[in-house]
């Protein structure tokens, strides 16, 4: 159920993602190193990750309601994702390509696994996303709508509608040792679905991930993540 939502999604979410199969053209690779960083909404059927630079493999750690540290990239225009492979003559499987974008040097991956490998497209989905502080700058909120309907979101005393796919942006004016800013998503109806007050630093960078409910759950499914 969450993946099908997903997927039924991905048509919206090109709008502000990189992916491997979208902006091809309008995106070029990057000559110089890039960082990035990786987040798996959902939990992956695999025990170990690689990435691929140059000619060395190396694990990456993803972290429980975190992003994963920052890891480097040279002169690359891909991040290869690797699994163990069960083969001895090929160590290391292909299981995810993601793009990186020559208008940022900074990207956050999402991690989908989409469990299919029709038409080539490899089981785990890198969705990719302007990470650097000119686009996501300190004392700020980022909200995603991941669900297959606009929403109505209220924070900081501003209310705006999010179409399926899309992201808003909210930078704060937060004192040094930060403060809570009330939280509620409506439907296009006025129905509350979510709320609840949420607390960042004046350096901090907030991003809330707004799912539909789990299966046989009613409440939204909302993911927060800290810097």
Avoid: W
């Amino acid at each position: 159920m969450f993946i099908s939502r997903l997927i039924t999604l991905l048509s919206l979410l090109v709008t502000f993602f990189v992916t491997t199969t979208v902006y091809g053209e309008e995106l070029q690779s990057k000559a110089g190193a890039s960082t990035f960083t990786m987040i798996a909404p959902s939990s992956l059927p695999y025990e170990t990750l690689y990435y691929l630079s140059g000619a060395e493999y190396i694990p990456i750690e993803l972290r429980k309601d975190r992003r994963s540290e920052p890891y480097s990239i040279s002169s690359a225009e891909f991040v290869e994702l690797y699994t163990d492979h069960t083969d001895p003559e090929v160590p290391y499987r292909l299981i995810g390509r993601g793009r990186l974008a020559k208008t940022s040097d900074e990207i956050l991956f999402f991690l989908i696994n989409v469990a299919s490998n029709k038409n080539g497209r490899l089981p785990v989905l890198m969705l990719g996303l302007d990470d650097s502080k000119s686009a996501f700058p300190d004392s700020s909120f980022r909200f995603i709508n991941f669900i297959n309907a606009p929403l109505v979101v209220e924070f900081d005393h501003e209310q705006f509608r999010m179409k399926p796919g899309q992201q808003k942006i909210s930078k704060l004016d937060l004192p040094a040792g930060g403060d809570f800013t009330p939280f509620r998503v409506k439907d296009t109806k006025g129905k509350k679905m979510a709320g609840t007050r949420l607390f960042s630093h004046a350096q901090g960078r907030e991003m809330v991930l707004i799912f539909p409910p789990k299966e046989g759950k009613k409440r939204l499914n909302i993911q927060y993540y800290s810097d």
